[in-house]
Nanobody, 123 residues
Framework: QVRLVESGGGLVQAGGSLRLSCAAS????????MAWYRQASGKERELVAR???????TYADSVKGRFTISRDNAKNTIYLQMNSLKPEDTADYYC?????????????????WGQGTQVTVSS
């Protein structure tokens, strides 16, 4: 079993920055696939960024060059540094995890989810 706890959301003006954290609690070693998804009001949940245990990353086109995902394997924790935030980044951000290899981008690839943290970017 894995418990994911996100933190770091909040209200920021356009052009500002936020850093999200997600700590995974487990007694079974390091988790392979971890990711950040977001869901805006009335929209489907979408991948923001994902990272493997070896550090391989994938980003949504909409956040490339602005967001950076990173991880601390010893702590089973991932981070999302969000810079140059835009109003369209406003959403609930969710951390996701999977023990095995992640093959695709869909949310159903992941077995565990955090409770979400709200990010609001004002114009």
């Amino acid at each position: 079993q894995v418990r994911l706890v996100e933190s770091g959301g909040g209200l920021v003006q356009a052009g500002g920055s936020l850093r999200l954290s997600c700590a995974a609690s487990t007694s079974s070693g390091s988790i392979n696939g971890m990711a950040w998804y977001r869901q805006a009001s009335g929209k489907e949940r979408e991948l923001v960024a994902r990272i493997t245990i070896s550090g391989g990353t994938t980003y949504a086109d909409s956040v490339k060059g602005r967001f950076t995902i990173s991880r601390d394997n010893a702590k089973n924790t991932i981070y999302l540094q969000m810079n140059s935030l835009k109003p369209e980044d406003t959403a609930d951000y969710y951390c996701a995890a999977k023990w095995g290899v992640v093959a695709g981008l869909a949310p159903n690839e992941y077995d565990y989810w955090g409770q979400g943290t709200q990010v609001t970017v004002s114009s």
